[in-house]
């Protein structure tokens, strides 16, 4: 049965720390992976990521894919109150997204 | 580019009512998905297009959801007779798959239902 787990569950930490948010999955005939940024409203694109071992990144935010081991991570670092949201990833498949419950992270001033 | 537009954005019915749930996908888009969203079972994809034609409805909740696409520019998602408990935000996204994987959400429709 294919599954993703996003982990931890939340987070709270204060601005400009560091934090790492990670997804293990199992998706048969993998594709891709992409994580996406939700805030109050709909979710936000921010990466997408098909290659083991190969960073993508925007700003202070960056992340990376092991197809090996089955996980990737997202990392922001000097975080900001702006990054305050829940962080979903979502590995696919030739035919659908799946979609993790999301790392809920609070960044306080 | 107008991005995904989903109508209404709010909607409030009595229960037993029927909803239509209305999504138009980015141009040149060929995938569709419809998705819901609650506090406690996050995003669940419930039914997926591909070129119009419905690929997988696995995850449709039960014979009083349908969804139809009759054409590359609108889909429709119609919860008949409506229940409190599908009250949540549902979402359409779109994709064009022969390029990217990324998809694009539209702003939702919050559905109360009574």
């Known amino acids: 049965e294919d599954k993703v787990v996003q982990s931890p569950l939340s987070l709270v930490v204060h601005e400009g720390d560091t934090v790492t948010l990670n997804c293990s999955y199992e998706?048969?005939?993998?594709?891709?992976l992409l994580w996406y940024k939700q805030e109050k409203k709909a979710p936000t694109f921010l990466f997408m990521l098909t290659s083991s071992g190969i960073e993508k990144k925007s700003g202070r935010l960056s992340s990376i894919l092991d197809k090996k081991e089955l996980f990737s991570i997202l990392n922001i670092t000097a975080t900001q109150t702006g990054d305050s949201a829940i962080y979903l990833c979502a590995p696919s498949n030739f035919n659908k997204f799946y979609f993790g419950s999301g790392t809920k992270l609070n960044v306080k001033p | 580019d107008a991005g995904v537009i989903q109508s209404p954005r709010h909607e409030v019915t009595e229960m037993g009512q029927e909803v239509t749930l209305r999504c138009k996908p980015i141009s040149g888009h060929n995938s569709l998905f419809w998705y819901r969203q609650t506090m406690m079972r996050g995003l669940e994809l419930l039914i997926y297009f591909n070129n119009n034609v419905p690929i997988d409805d696995s995850g449709m909740p039960e014979d009083r959801f349908s969804a139809k696409m009759p054409n590359a520019s609108f889909s429709t998602l119609k919860i008949q007779p409506s229940e409190p408990r599908d009250s949540a935000v549902y979402f359409c996204a779109s994709t064009n798959n022969r390029l990217t994987d990324t998809q694009y959400f539209g702003p939702g429709t919050r559905l109360t239902v009574l």
């Open positions: 998706v048969t005939n993998f594709r891709s």
